[in-house]
């Protein structure tokens, strides 16, 4: 059972930057895929960035390509996404989640999920 923990979220302006934070209780965590999903009110919960166990293969939504990062750090069992250029559109409850095997876009094959953080963007 792994046990992730999102943290990083707030209240920012359009434009502005904010960096997401998911810490694995499972050690080693480079025996998961990661991604990161958003769900804002109203909406089913969407595919934002994945990356590969060995940090060599990373994807992301047509809607943050270019604007937010993934990344992880396996020695400290942490994944994070790096958010600039927010607009308020990307307001939503993030969340972290993990699986076994490659990164998949569906929400449904990840096993594992965070608490999910907020993240507002005023315009």
């Known amino acids: 059972q792994v046990h992730l923990a999102e943290s990083g979220g707030g209240l920012v302006q359009a434009g502005d930057s904010l960096r997401l934070s998911c810490a694995a209780s499972?050690?080693?965590?480079?025996?998961?895929?990661a991604g990161w999903f958003r769900q804002a009110p109203g909406k089913e919960r969407e595919f934002v960035a994945g990356?590969?166990?060995?940090?060599?293969?990373?994807t992301y939504a047509d809607s943050v390509k270019g604007r937010f990062i993934i990344s992880r750090d396996n020695a400290k069992n942490t994944v994070y996404l790096q958010m600039n250029s927010l607009k308020p559109e990307d307001s939503a409850v993030y969340y972290c989640?993990?699986?076994?095997?490659?990164?998949?876009?569906?929400?449904?094959?990840?096993?594992?999920w965070g608490q999910g953080t907020q993240v507002t963007v005023s315009s």
């Open positions: 499972e050690s080693p965590f480079s025996s998961y895929s």
């Open positions: 989640a993990a699986r076994l095997g490659v990164v998949l876009v569906g929400a449904k094959k990840y096993e594992y």
């Open positions: 990356i590969s166990r060995s940090d060599d293969s990373t």
